[in-house]
């Protein structure tokens, strides 16, 4: 008893489908036996006596399957357990009926007795339903079973991404923080006035990238106001070394990109192309969505000579592109290059799928200065 009481109980969809599945079955026994000559209540009531035990064997048997896990079976021991269940159950069935039929209805008739060949005929076709209410039974559950494990192959999928979202940002953030750390170690001793400046720009860039740390996705506006401080934290530095421009089309500051991607591309321009170089050089960031508005292009070109080691891209990049394949899949790109026009030249091109953005904040006016 305390095995059965340990099923769950039966769902109201399952009554549903139980008390229709019968009545259905009802119908048909009413409409093959029509032509017997009974009243018409004693027809009735010969069917009710074969339907309703019918019923309550097959929910005694969901109880039989749930309480001994037979869902969970290979498919040859289940059907030798329902093989010896069936006709266990079409046999006892039968000896019901007829033990009802013969003691307790007691239908009009020529008083024959039945023989065995009716008893076995109709045995056999207890043994056909039965057969047939388990298909539907256990077709159902394996299907309730396998959406339900692709909704938590979703889910587990979802996690992953998710924590491989985080991971990746947080290997983005301290490898910002040690650059800006070492930028103003460097002038704290020669120029304390101007090393408080840094401190005040990564302050900005420190809260920023903490407020996005817990996002996908920002606006370009917001992502480039992240740019702009930090350009001129690096221009504290370079000074007359750096010169930059900004041009982005009003258009693209609404669309929403992964945080911290143009930063990456800038400090990496500033850090492997402009820094090495006693002359300096520039930095000229274009944004733009194309003519029908599904892409967004963003082009960061820089002085300096990209010469990749094979096999060892930096950790930024490598992560960037993860970051964008995660969110887009093979729709984004991120691309770096010499400038086939201009041999001195480097060019990061970035292509995004435009997703649906939030209103942005108007274009801060340093990002039209040109330094």
């Given at each position: 008893?305390?095995l059965?009481a ?5 769902s109201?969809l399952y ?6 599945g019968?009545?259905l079955y009802a ?10 000559g009974?009243p ?6 010969l069917?009710?006596t074969v339907?309703v035990?019918m019923?309550?064997m ?9 309480a001994?896990?037979?869902e969970?079976?290979?498919?040859l ?7 010896i269940?069936n006709?266990t159950l079409?046999?006892g ?16 008739g020529?008083?024959?007795?039945h ?12 043994n056909f339903?039965l ?5 539907f039974?256990?077709g159902?559950?394996?299907?309730r079973?396998y959406?339900?494990?692709e ?16 991971t990746l940002?947080?290997q ?6 040690f ?7 460097a ?8 090393a ?8 900005d ?6 407020q996005?740390n817990?996002?996908?996705r920002?606006p370009?506006?917001r992502?480039?106001?992240?740019v702009?401080?930090y350009?001129?934290l690096e221009?504290?530095?370079l000074?007359?070394r750096l010169?930059y421009s900004?041009d982005?089309?009003?258009?693209a500051?609404p669309?929403?990109?992964?945080p911290m991607?143009?930063?990456?591309l800038v400090e ?6 402009i820094a090495?170089?006693p ?7 274009t944004?733009?969505p194309?003519?029908a508005?599904e892409?967004?292009h963003i082009v960061?070109r ?10 060892h891209e930096?950790v ?15 729709a984004?790109?991120?691309?770096i290059?010499n ?5 001195d030249?480097?060019q990061?091109?970035?292509h ?8 942005a904040?108007?274009l801060?006016?340093a ?5």
């Amino acid at each position: 008893m305390a095995l059965y009481a340990s099923v769950p109980a039966p769902s109201r969809l399952y009554w549903r489908v139980q008390l229709v599945g019968w009545l259905l079955y009802a119908g048909f026994m009413l409409a093959v036996t029509s032509g017997s000559g009974r009243p018409p209540a004693e027809h009735l009531l010969l069917v009710a006596t074969v339907v309703v035990p019918m019923m309550g064997m097959s929910h005694w048997l969901r109880y039989l399957i749930r309480a001994n896990e037979w869902e969970q079976l290979p498919p040859l021991p289940l059907l030798g357990r329902l093989l010896i269940t069936n006709l266990t159950l079409s046999v006892g069935s039968q000896v019901i009926i007829w033990a009802l039929l013969v003691w307790v209805i007691k239908p009009s008739g020529d008083g024959k007795p039945h023989g065995w060949a009716e008893f076995i005929g109709y045995t056999l076709n207890v043994n056909f339903v039965l057969w047939l209410w388990e298909g539907f039974y256990f077709g159902w559950h394996y299907l309730r079973s396998y959406k339900q494990a692709e909704v938590d192959k979703w889910k587990l999928a979802a996690a992953v991404q998710e924590a491989e979202m985080r991971t990746l940002k947080a290997q983005i953030n301290p490898h910002f923080m040690f650059n800006g750390l070492n930028n103003i170690r460097a002038l704290v001793m020669e120029d304390p006035s101007r090393a408080r400046d840094m401190i005040t720009h990564l302050s900005d860039l420190l809260r920023y990238s903490i407020q996005l740390n817990s996002a996908e996705r920002v606006p370009l506006s917001r992502e480039l106001e992240i740019v702009e401080h930090y350009l001129q934290l690096e221009a504290l530095q370079l000074e007359e070394r750096l010169s930059y421009s900004l041009d982005v089309d009003p258009a693209a500051l609404p669309v929403l990109i992964p945080p911290m991607t143009l930063q990456l591309l800038v400090e990496n321009a500033i850090k492997h192309g402009i820094a090495p170089r006693p002359a300096g050089g520039y930095i000229q960031l274009t944004a733009q969505p194309n003519a029908a508005g599904e892409q967004l292009h963003i082009v960061v070109r820089n002085t300096g000579h990209y010469q990749p080691k094979p096999g060892h891209e930096g950790v930024g990049l490598r992560n960037a592109r993860e970051r964008l394949t995660l969110l887009h899949g093979a729709a984004a790109t991120l691309h770096i290059d010499n400038d086939p026009q201009d041999p001195d030249t480097v060019q990061a091109t970035l292509h995004l799928p435009v997703a649906a953005h939030i209103p942005a904040p108007a274009l801060p006016a340093a990002l039209s200065a040109y330094r």
